[in-house]
């Protein structure tokens, strides 16, 4: 049976869609394709009709998961820095990797790929500075890009670690040690 346009469309979001978390969970080389088609409902077969390798759907999986991760903090009513920061360094977001920051989950995955993957990740990275830059305390745009990078630097280091060092209270006082630098608190 032939599938329609909007059949093939909505699988490839749903491939993108549990490859963002399964990636995100286990990593680039932690789940193959088969894996990662089942966990979409779908055959191995139908993978190169959407995507030209795992590379290519590594680099598009991440550049939704860290969109989608932009898109939530712009949905926030209250956008409030101080909660998105308390939100990050929560041991809700250590946790759930697979439903949280891509930055934080891939980083070492990307730093490792091709680059289609560093792109995505760069892109990402650059939305994420562009939403941070004009909530920084800093008098001038070049003050406040610096904040934003070195913000965002400090909450995905701090998360990294804190997952790094599994549930521990290093992974706490890893953590609160970042919140005490931000310019925000939190």
Known sequence: MKVTREQAEANRER??????????????????????????????GGFYGHFESKEDLAAQASRQALASHREAWQARPDRSLGDWVAAYLSDAHRDGRGQGCGLAALAGDAARSGPAVQAAFAQGVRGIVAELEPQMPAADAEHQRAQALGMLSTLVGALVLSRAVGDDPLSRELRDAARQLLPVGG
Do not use: C, P, S, V
């Open 15 to 44: 491939i993108l869609d549990n490859a963002g978390r399964l990636f995100r969970e286990r990593g680039f080389d932690g789940i193959g394709l088969n894996d990662l088609m089942q966990a979409a409902g779908l055959t191995r």
